[in-house]
Every structure is written in C-alpha cells, then in structure tokens.
T-cell receptor, first 113, second 114 residues
Framework: DTEVTQTPKHLVMGMTNKKSLKCEQH?????MYWYKQKAKKPPELMFV???????INESVPSRFSPECPNSSLLNLHLHALQPEDSALYLC????????????FGQGTRLTVV | GESVGLHLPTLSVQEGDNSIINCAYS??????FIWYKQESGKGPQFIID?????DKRQGQRVTVLLNKTVKHLSLQIAATQPGDSAVYFC?????????????FGTGTQLKVEL
C-alpha cells in the first residue's frame, strides 16, 4: 500500500466555521507533511511532523492547527479562515524527514466563503 | 532568499520526441535535487533525485543532470508519451536554519502533442 489518503476531497466552509482535514498512511512512514498549493503555483510547505512531533512550522497563522494523533494519522484543524486561504491542501509522508521521496495524497480542495 | 525556479512555464513536444525541462536553483547548500510530476487532479509524484555531489543520474526513460557551476538542473525524458503530460517541479532538499525541508520550484507544464 503506497497510498496517502486525504479526506474530504472537497470542502466549502464559512469564515466562522471550524473544520478538520484528515490524512492517513499505512506505509510505516515516520515523517508527515502539510503543503498548501494555489492554482498554477508550486506546493508550499506548512508543517512537518517527524516521529509524531512537530518538527517544522513555516510561520503558518494560528488559524491552522496541525495534529498528529499517531504515526499513521495527520490532521489539520481549521478555524476562522479567510477567503485567501482557499487552496488545495496536500498531505505527504516519507520514510523519515531526510528522505527525498515523499508520497502525496490527492489533496483537499478547500473553498472559504 | 533561497529559491528554486524554472526557465520555461510551458513546453510542447511531439509524441516520441525527447523532452528537456530546465531548472535554476540558488541554494548551493542543498543536499539533493529532485524532480516531481503532478498530473491534473493529483498530488505530486516523485520521479528521480540526484545528490549534490553527482552530475548525472538515470532512471527509466528519465535522466537528471546537475551542473553546479551554473546552478542548473535538467530533466530529460526520452520518447515522450501522452502519459507524460503534467506539470513538472524541480525541488531541493537540505538542512537549513529551519530544518530539513523539501522546497518546490515554480513548475513547467509539459504538453505532449499527438
């Protein structure tokens, strides 16, 4: 199984809503990532978890809150988002933080209204 | 700041021809340079990487060349097929002050014409 599964695939939320994005992998990978991708732009790193601990936070606003409940799961909690936060949110995993080959999910297409 | 960028936003090739996608980088401290492919509606997919102390690496139908003198990276795809149509990102990975990051460049759209 070389899949990274993200749910939901699409999400529309209001600026006062609270929602969560979920990501799951069963490859035994110990590094997991959240990226944000705007249309026609490259993915931008948001967070890195290594062995279930937050390793990198790329100065992401606090309205985005990551959580790693166990080695297979990664969540991104969303609260009080802005319309400019609308984007494709990609989850990825890799064997460890130093590995170059990351496996990406299909992403969650988020629209903030 | 440090950046990884691409020369051409769109590349059109005939099916069966070879494709060359170029990338310029500025972070000489990167440990690895990597190519990812992103098809429409999908997440990026790893293609090939090259360590910073190497000049060339070959995979199946793909070759990556690294020229450290001019800070240039290229991806060559042999006998380009319709399934190769995608956006190609170069990326770099290495330890920075903030940790071990995978940073993507701006992307090139490859269109394969039949």
């Amino acid at each position: 199984d070389t899949e990274v599964t993200q749910t939901p695939k699409h999400l529309v939320m209001g600026m006062t809503n609270k929602k969560s994005l979920k990501c799951e992998q069963h490859m035994g990978h110990r590094a997991m990532y959240w990226y944000k991708q705007k249309a026609k732009k490259p993915p931008e790193l948001m967070f890195v978890y290594s062995y279930e601990k937050l390793s990198i936070n790329e100065s992401v606003p606090s309205r985005f809150s990551p959580e790693c409940p166990n080695s297979s799961l990664l969540n991104l909690h969303l609260h009080a988002l802005q319309p400019e936060d609308s984007a494709l949110y990609l989850c990825a995993s890799s064997q460890d933080e130093g590995t170059t080959e990351a496996f990406f999910g299909q992403g969650t297409r988020l629209t903030v209204v | 700041g440090e950046s990884v960028g691409l020369h051409l936003p769109t590349l059109s090739v005939q099916e069966g021809d070879n494709s060359i996608i170029n990338c310029a980088y500025s972070n000489s401290a990167s440990d690895y340079f990597i190519w990812y492919k992103q098809e429409s509606g999908k997440g990026p997919q790893f293609i090939i990487d090259i360590r910073s102390n190497m000049d060339k690496r070959q995979g199946q139908r793909v070759t990556v060349l690294l020229n450290k003198t001019v800070k240039h990276l290229s991806l060559q795809i042999a006998a380009t097929q319709p399934g190769d149509s995608a956006v190609y990102f170069c990326a770099e990975k290495g330890l920075t002050g903030g940790g071990n990051k995978l940073t993507f460049g701006t992307g090139t759209q490859l269109k394969v014409e039949l």
